[in-house]
């Protein structure tokens, strides 16, 4: 018997050596750039770009937002462009994704991109208006577009390329996503994979309200020590908020890996034993209302420490292959209740069709 077990465990690690470029002894995806340097990156990105990643105004009785996770966009971006389509047409405030984005390599990402072009294409003829404006030097109209409610998006000014246009798409960084130096890729499209943002709700005594949004870079199954500092010093929930007139209603925490195994033979959270204590105690202290997991491409639902963990199913072609419910979409009402669904994708690959 031992003898098949030791043949099974060659084999296993044969595989793992041959499909990724390096493997810890724990099994986690090594990235070209480790963890610290990517988040030291992301936060000086951060703050000076935050108008990128800046807040919005909820209107009406609710605002949704849509989740989605583990894509693995190779060379078939059907689940994505629909994920992006979905979110659109159906008003979402936002998306946002829980890593694994894409597998690393240089074309899987140009098709990435090109879907997310596709999307702000259609993002502008829902949202924005078409004008004129006349070029001198070419004696004619050019168009340009403009965002007639920009306290709704990052989109002010106006654009004359769509592919200027910010489309309201939020990532954190997945294992695979940082693999084979892929943060390159990652971070010439995404930039930040460590920020937050907020969702005006309306006053309340003169005091402003928010919704909080935190993403956080967890691909190495490490916080490390920067992020660490980072949010000890209190850079994830703005100690002074209070003080200005400002308070958190409720927050939403987004992550790459996992915390809690969806059954026992799925992999559990590979953060070392002190920091899933110190995120645990870290959630409840934000009150957080909901923390969204990927990686392990399993359901999973589950209350713990007052706060709701939902780890999602992967949605990629390749790993479900059949039509499901892959994403979530959150409702937020006025009143800050807060409710769920899963959303139904209906894509098939086309070597499935």
């Known amino acids: 018997m031992k003898k098949y077990q030791y043949i099974i465990l060659a084999v296993v690690a044969a595989v793992l050596l041959v499909s990724c470029e390096k493997v810890s002894p724990i099994g986690i995806l090594v990235a070209g750039t480790g963890v610290e340097d990517r988040v030291k990156m992301s936060y000086k ?11 919005f105004d909820a209107q009406g009785d609710e605002y949704t937002f849509l989740v989605g996770s583990d894509s693995h966009v190779t060379t078939d971006c059907g689940r994505m462009e629909e994920m992006l389509k979905r979110g659109i047409d159906d008003g979402d405030m936002f998306m946002a994704h829980l890593g694994d984005i894409a597998d690393t390599k240089i074309e899987y990402y140009i098709n990435l991109e090109n879907a997310l072009n596709k999307a702000k294409k259609w993002y502008v003829d829902k949202y924005f208006k078409k004008d004129f404006i006349y070029d001198e030097e070419i004696n004619d109209s050019i168009p340009y577009y403009y965002d007639p409610n920009p306290n709704y998006s990052a989109n002010v000014g106006i654009f004359t390329n769509i592919e200027d246009v910010h489309i309201p798409f939020y990532p954190v960084v997945g294992n695979h996503d940082i693999t084979h130096n892929g943060w390159a890729m990652w971070s010439n499209i995404f ?57 958190t209603r409720n927050t939403f925490v987004f992550s790459h890996t996992n915390i809690f195994r969806p059954r026992s033979v799925e992999l559990a959270s590979t953060f070392a034993r002190e920091e899933l204590y110190f ?54 009402k006025r009143n800050g209740t807060v409710t769920w669904e899963k959303v139904h994708m209906n894509y098939t690959p086309n070597n499935k069709k």
């Open 45 to 55: 990105y951060f703050r000076e770009y935050k108008s990128e990643f800046s807040g």
């Open 279 to 332: 995120l645990l105690n870290k959630f409840r202290e934000w009150n957080v209302t909901i923390a969204f997991l990927g990686h392990v491409h399993k359901w999973d639902d589950r209350v713990f420490g007052d706060v709701q963990y939902l780890t999602l199913d992967s949605m990629c072609e390749a790993n479900n292959p059949e039509p499901g419910d892959y994403l979530v979409r959150v409702h937020v």
């Open 191 to 247: 930039h930040s994979s460590f920020y937050d943002f907020y969702v005006g709700v309306g006053y309340v005594d003169d005091i402003l309200i928010f919704d909080h949004f935190i993403f956080l870079d967890t691909a190495s199954g490490t916080l490390g020590r920067e992020q660490v500092n980072l949010i000890e010093q209190g850079v994830m929930d703005d100690r002074n908020m209070e003080e200005m007139g400002i308070k």
